[in-house]
């Protein structure tokens, strides 16, 4: 296995308070038959800086810059077409990798043959705690095509990701408009093939306040649209947003997916469901015919857990049982915090 070449990508943008540790933790890896590519997204702390003096060091790493800033996904998504290898790993900059994580990775997605493997990831905060991902977020892993679930919800963190390069060519372009790199990669790797996980925390995974995405505690909480609107109206507008992005999502997933069409026929046709369940969300004010369709869209593509499930109808039905208890919930963990007090 040690003659299969792997492309580990990373994106970096002003990450120089943890790049080094990063560098260190792939640079220690127990599979040593990689290429580190990174691309500095118009960095302007120093990030390049270090990344240049460690790329001098070690003819393993392959440095890019961006001259303007693309955002996350276009990086990666710009990584992701440099890549040549058989399989490629994406990368964040500010976790530590565990030393056998490509190895294990690369095992896995072998021993599979998948389109994408991922993986659980241990938190780390700034509170020195350390605890699953997915048990601190009610994930249960998925693998086959699991199609339906992960077109209403993401279980998969794009830095534990290992993919085989054959997906690029079906995801690229990503609909960063839409979702995040990570939840496109899975649905894609979902329709064109299957996806496999390992149970395992192969990953540090750094949590902070400055980070784009992840696993952030109370400030989750406050960082949902609830949280962050200080009215109901302003909360609905938001919601409307909201629910008109997943629509035209779909209808992009139709398109895209009719282009090339999968061997599962009957993914086109759950997909045109989906979309007319949403446009009665957008366009329908009877509370009944909502909550008919609300009800009929968890059974048909139900979230994990059924708190979850209950959540969504909410918000599509009564989304004033969803904006008041964040509030309250805000209230509460920003007097908690007052007292050095966290959950």
Not at 82 to 110: G, N, P, R
Not at 112 to 117: E, Y
Not at 201 to 211: C, P, V, W
Not at 327 to 333: Q, T
Request: a positive charge; charged letters at 25%.
């Amino acid at each position: 296995m040690s003659d299969i070449k792997i492309d580990i990508l990373l994106a970096t943008y002003n990450g120089s308070k943890y790049i080094v540790e990063l560098i260190e933790s792939i640079l220690s890896q127990s599979y040593a038959n990689y290429k580190l590519i990174i691309c500095d997204d118009a960095s302007t702390d120093g990030t390049y800086d270090l990344l240049t003096r460690y790329a001098i060091q070690d003819d393993r790493i392959e440095l890019h810059k961006n001259n303007v800033n693309l955002g996350v996904v276009r990086n990666f998504e710009k990584l992701m077409k440099l890549s040549d290898a058989k399989y490629f790993m994406l990368c964040d900059q500010d976790d530590v990798w565990h030393k056998d994580k490509v190895l294990k990775s690369l095992e896995q997605i072998v021993a599979t043959n998948s389109l994408l493997v991922y993986t659980d990831l241990k938190i780390i905060t700034s509170r020195e705690e350390s605890i699953s991902y997915w048990k601190r977020e009610g994930i249960k892993p998925l693998s086959g095509s699991p199609f339906k679930t992960l077109l209403v919800q993401n279980v998969i963190t794009g830095c534990t990701i290992i993919a085989d390069k054959r997906i690029i060519n079906f995801a690229i372009p990503i609909p960063s408009k839409f979702c995040l790199h990570d939840q496109w990669l899975g649905i894609v790797a979902s329709v064109y093939g299957s996806i496999s996980y390992l149970e395992e925390t192969l990953i540090d995974y750094r949590q902070h306040e400055g980070n784009v995405i992840g696993s952030k505690g109370y400030y989750k909480v406050i960082n949902t649209e609830a949280g962050k609107q200080t009215s109901y109206s302003e909360y609905l507008l938001d919601r409307k947003t909201f629910i008109d992005n997943q629509y035209n999502f779909y209808k992009y997933c139709i398109d895209r997916f009719s282009e090339n069409p999968p061997k599962n026929k009957s993914i086109i046709k759950q997909l045109q469901q989906l979309l007319e369940l949403f446009e009665t969300f957008r366009t329908k004010s009877n509370i009944f015919v909502r909550l008919k369709n609300g009800l009929k869209l968890k059974r048909l593509f139900p979230s994990q857990g059924a708190t979850r499930n209950v959540y969504w109808v909410c918000y599509f039905v009564f989304p004033i049982f969803v904006f008041v208890p964040i509030k309250i919930s805000k209230f509460i963990i920003y007097s908690l915090k007052k007292l050095n007090i966290y959950i």
